[in-house]
């Protein structure tokens, strides 16, 4: 449950930050307080909404919504509960017959207002979840095509793939030959949703690893398993033994690892040394082949 109310409360800043509509939503809500024109349907779509909101604010709430929802899927998913787009078209159109109403006199003010309003929304960030520009994209795959197009061998050979996760998100667009040592629903655990199949503590481990490694830059360090939720990486706590999540993915067939530029000189050699492997530097990344 613990682990439910930290998703719970952690997450509903992250949401904010990734778009406007429930921000907008809680505004529209905010001055309905001081604007009582809802009335009817509209009335009890605004109070509904407010109520279920208030639900998906409080961490216990939202952590019983959470466990609801079967535990796979993230923090944002529980706004799904939320009417928000009607509520906020039902909000704007009585709150702008308001405003309509009281500056008949001066239209120019009116469409003043809203302009800077729209311009202000517009500005302020996106309307839904942020995506990467199409510059960004396609240069990460021309990088994961010139890595995987390294990571081929003899004919027949089979290619078991261990690489940080934006290489690892594009590997099977770009070369479906390849098999990856675990998939996206490693780092999207709502695509896991329907299916009972998980990944074992071991394989976990090594994406943890393989997550912060570039960060820390050393063979073994602090678990940054809570970095998918705060963002930030512990300079304390219980320790990733390096070596050990290593020798898990050789142990699960991984046959090519692609590291992160930022891993150190001394740390990229205790990794040769355990994979009797030497490393080829390819753009920002370091491959063994073993």
Request: aromatic share 10%.
């Amino acid at each position: 449950m613990m682990g439910f109310l930290t998703r719970a409360g952690s997450g509903l800043m992250r949401y904010f930050e990734t778009g406007k509509w429930t921000v907008l939503l809680l505004a529209i809500l905010l001055v309905y307080f001081f604007v009582d024109q809802a009335n009817g349907k509209s009335k009890e779509l605004v109070i509904s909404a407010a109520i279920l909101s208030g639900l998906c604010i409080l961490p216990p709430t939202a952590a019983i919504l959470l466990i609801y929802q079967t535990g796979f899927y993230e923090y944002p998913y529980v706004w799904n509960i939320v009417p928000q787009i009607a509520a906020i078209a039902c909000g704007g159109t009585v709150l702008y017959g308001t405003f309509k109403e009281k500056t008949i006199a001066a239209p120019y003010r009116r469409w003043l207002v809203c302009g800077a309003v729209v311009l202000v929304a517009v500005l302020c960030g996106p309307f839904g979840n942020p995506k990467r520009s199409l510059p960004d994209l396609k240069e990460i795959r021309q990088e994961t095509a010139m890595l995987l197009d390294a990571c081929q061998g003899s004919d027949g050979e089979e290619i078991c793939l261990w690489a940080p996760q934006e290489i690892m998100a594009q590997a099977r667009s770009v070369k479906g030959n390849i098999r990856l040592v675990y998939g996206r629903n490693m780092w999207q655990e709502n695509v896991n949703a329907f299916s009972y199949d998980t990944y074992s503590d071991d394989q976990k481990m090594i994406y943890i690893w393989m997550v912060a490694v570039g960060n820390y830059g050393d063979l073994d360090m602090p678990d940054a398993r809570d970095v998918i939720l705060y963002g930030a990486y512990p300079d304390t706590g219980d320790m990733i033994d390096g070596r050990q999540c290593i020798h898990t993915a050789l142990g699960l067939g991984v046959n090519r690892i692609i590291l992160p530029g930022g891993i150190k000189e001394a740390t990229l050699h205790q990794i040769e040394e355990i994979t009797q492997a030497t490393a080829e530097q390819i753009g920002n990344y370091y491959l063994l082949r073993l």
